[in-house]
């Protein structure tokens, strides 16, 4: 029984470059969220979809980041060009609708940008 | 921005102990979750509570949700090593079509054999 697959789960990039992070979420689930992870910041809502349209990209840190959810199984993350500070643990999560819902979390991409 | 303030930060208690942790905000929610994150995984689902003033058990977890709904606490009585973690609390927002969900900073755990 699979789960929210991300890939890759690690990523080492130089600052400048672009970079994809992908996500496969729940098949049947019609709601997915992009998180990014800091010590300093914590658990960050980047932006959310839902039945494959974005609903709130306002946690999105600036135009360099970018999310699109062409179907109901695949949606992507991209940073260009990629900075040292956007350097964190990127979680994709998947429910079956939005309220009181269960999130199901991938195993996240640790993103580190030299 | 809606803020969760978590505390303690960290906690490191010995093997059969009781410990709370707590969840605050100043802001109302329309539901609160608890999940636990293990290093190098996503978080996990614990509970979610939606009514002011409830309380669900799980095992040796008990959560509270406050009456006003602006903060919540996670009882753990006989800690055990697999209780290690982070646990967060995420507080939801909802209404006129919109949908936030926002997460505190957590408390770490650490509980020694």
């Known amino acids: 029984d699979a789960g929210v697959i991300q890939s890759p789960r690690h990523e080492v990039t130089e600052m400048g470059q672009e970079v994809t992070l992908r996500c496969k979420p729940i098949?049947?689930?019609?709601?997915l969220f992009w998180y990014r992870q800091t010590m300093m910041r914590g658990l960050e809502l980047l932006i959310y979809?839902?039945?494959?349209?974005?609903?709130?990209d306002s946690g999105m840190p600036e135009d360099r980041f970018s999310a699109k959810m062409p179907n109901a199984s695949f949606s992507t993350l991209k940073i260009q060009p990629s900075e040292p500070r956007d350097s964190a643990v990127y979680f994709c999560?998947?429910?079956?609708?939005?309220?009181?819902?269960?999130?199901?979390f991938g195993p996240g991409t640790r993103l580190t940008v030299l | 921005t809606q803020l969760l303030e978590q505390s303690p930060q960290f906690l490191s208690i010995q093997e059969g102990e009781n410990l709370t942790v707590y969840c605050n905000s100043s802001s109302v929610f329309s539901s609160l979750q608890w999940y636990r994150q293990e290093p190098g995984e996503g978080p996990v689902l614990l509970v979610t509570?939606?009514?002011?003033?409830e309380v669900k058990k799980l095992k040796r977890l008990t959560f509270q949700f406050g009456d006003a709904r602006k903060d919540s606490s996670l009882h753990i009585t006989a800690a055990q090593p697999g209780d290690t973690g982070l646990y967060l609390c995420?507080?939801?927002?909802?209404?006129?079509?919109?949908?936030?969900?926002?997460f505190g900073k957590g408390t770490k755990l650490s509980v020694i054999p």
């Open positions: 979809f839902n039945n494959n349209v974005p609903i709130d």
């Open positions: 509570v939606v009514t002011g003033g």
């Open positions: 995420a507080g939801a927002f909802s209404g006129a079509g919109s949908y936030q969900l926002t």
């Open positions: 098949s049947g689930h019609n709601s």
């Open positions: 999560a998947s429910s079956l609708g939005l309220i009181y819902n269960e999130q199901f």
